[in-house]
């Protein structure tokens, strides 16, 4: 019935502006204080839930790495980079304006800028209360509700069966899962970005506003900083949109190649310092240590992906847990020994460990989780 009233009132609103009629609407609060909005500035009517447990959401895993193609092993393929956001406590969580981000440069390794001098053991812009996000940004179009201890799936690019043309990689042709399509963002290059499966629900496709100067999002296939976001008292386009919020890294011309996004700290929800194993000796911090003290590293071309550890404590707390945990865990080196994956499929619920610091919650699993066990 709620919902019908909605819609009688959005349709209501379109009918009046389609007609030109100078009604108002009245807007009654619950302390008896009213609004008077005049339907001719209403373009749209749009209902959203409150915040709730936003801070709990966190990455639970990172796939970028890529996987070696079935007729040459030598050659990697990388277009089907995706993660994972999770629920980390036994209430629903419900968040609005939720983004995801990658920092500048986009490898960890690279020439960074934002470093006055070689001695620095931290970035300019710690002290000023952000962090610069790469080239766009991707948002969900609607809010994002999540039950306790639940998770969901998105797709960074190849949001299809990738196994059918490589068998390693992963299947995302899934009703549930959600995708990072947009190709009026300008993201539309094909070859990253194929149409999705048609399982995947249009309404499950993340927008995108694009800053940079590129044709498809550069998420890093070696060491990315990754970070989920959600921006305070203004919509992840409008804030994206508005130039008073680009930066340029220091000592770079200021062109969209090199223009980034001011993200306070203060909205980061979770972030993640990847390394590449092989250049950990030239790689310099990009989050804050609020964000992530630490860092994890990761291995290329090889199936791999960045997932989280069992907080065995607090998930053997949970009542009735116990029982359904599963150890002898082979994927990968987490200390607390538990399969998360398998315990989860025995009907167990997983709290991860979250201390802002990927070194001590994360390990690199030998395959991304959604392929199974």
């Known amino acids: 019935m709620k919902k019908l009233l909605l819609s009688l009132v959005t349709l209501l609103t379109v009918s009046l502006n389609a007609n030109a009629q100078s009604w108002n609407m009245i807007v009654t609060h619950a302390d008896g204080t009213t609004d008077t909005i005049s339907t001719k500035t209403v373009k749209n009517v749009t209902f959203q839930r409150k915040d709730k447990n936003a801070d709990q959401l966190i990455i639970k895993e990172l796939y970028t790495a890529g996987v070696p193609t079935d007729n040459n092993p030598n050659k990697i393929f990388h277009q089907d980079k995706g993660f994972i956001i999770y629920n980390n406590c036994p209430d629903t969580a419900i968040v609005n304006n939720l983004a995801v ?132 008292g203004v919509a992840p386009r409008d804030y994206a949109s508005n130039e008073d919020n680009i930066v340029y890294e220091p000592g770079r011309p200021q062109s969209k190649v090199f223009a980034c996004l001011k993200v306070p700290t203060a909205w980061i929800i979770d972030g993640l310092e990847v390394y590449e194993t092989k250049n950990i000796g030239k790689s310099k911090k990009r989050f804050t240590a609020d964000i992530d003290a630490g860092y994890i590293a990761q291995t290329y071309g090889q199936c791999h992906s960045l997932y989280r550890n069992v907080d065995e404590a607090a998930t053997k707390a949970i009542a009735g847990n116990e029982a359904k945990l599963v150890y002898n865990y082979t994927l990968g080196t987490d200390p607390s020994g538990i399969d998360a994956e398998a315990s989860i499929k025995n009907g167990a619920k997983i709290v991860y460990k979250d201390s802002n610091n990927s070194t001590v919650d994360f390990h690199e699993r030998n395959q991304f989780s959604i392929r199974g066990n």
């Open 101 to 232: 981000g990658i920092l500048e440069p986009f490898n960890g390794h690279a020439p960074n800028g934002w470093y006055e001098n070689e001695t620095d053991t931290k970035p300019v812009y710690e002290s000023q209360g952000w962090v610069p996000a790469a080239n766009g940004i991707w948002y969900f179009q609607q809010t994002l509700v999540l039950a306790p201890y639940s998770q969901v799936v998105i797709s960074c690019m190849g949001s299809i069966d990738n196994t059918q043309t490589y068998s390693k990689s992963v299947n995302y042709a899934n009703a549930d899962y959600y995708a990072m399509y947009d190709p009026e963002s300008g993201y539309y290059n094909t070859y990253y970005y194929p149409t999705p499966s048609s399982v995947i629900p249009t309404a499950h496709y993340l927008k995108a506003f694009k800053f940079g100067q590129s044709n498809a999002w550069t998420l890093s296939t070696t060491s990315p900083g990754f970070f989920i976001f959600q921006t305070k």
